[in-house]
């Protein structure tokens, strides 16, 4: 069973600074690309950030030059580091892993982690 386990939110005030953490666990061949998604009230759920395997990453367009997502391939973790925070990036943050189950023949499965609150509140 693979399980997406995410850490690092929390509530900051507007400018400051958060690391949102998402470890997998569990028994599989490999993690291919990795994201964060975020879902704020009454919106729906959109992309962040992501980035390959090989470390290209890509961003949505309100949070380029303020988030960075990085990656440890060998401890099968993904991190975003985000900066000068702003209230309109209050959300549920997601972790997602494209991930290789052992014997799938090249099939690869979607995981989620259970979400992260962020709340950029003065």
């Known amino acids: 069973q693979v399980q997406l386990v995410e850490s690092g939110g929390g509530l900051v005030q507007p400018g400051g600074s958060l690391r949102l953490s998402c470890a997998a666990s569990?028994?599989?061949?490999?993690?291919?690309?990795m994201g964060w998604y975020r879902q704020a009230p009454g919106k729906q759920r959109e992309l962040v950030a992501g980035?390959?395997?090989?470390?290209?990453?890509n961003y949505e367009e309100s949070v380029k030059g303020r988030f960075t997502i990085s990656r440890d391939n060998a401890k099968n973790t993904v991190y975003l580091q985000m900066n000068r925070l702003r209230p309109e990036d209050t959300a549920v943050y997601y972790c997602?892993?494209?991930?290789?189950?052992?014997?799938?023949?090249?099939?690869?499965?979607?995981?989620w982690g259970q979400g992260t609150q962020v709340t950029v509140s003065s």
């Open positions: 569990g028994t599989f061949f490999r993690i291919k690309a």
């Open positions: 997602n892993a494209d991930i290789l189950p052992y014997g799938s023949g090249g099939r690869s499965v979607d995981y």
């Open positions: 980035i390959t395997r090989g470390g290209i990453t």
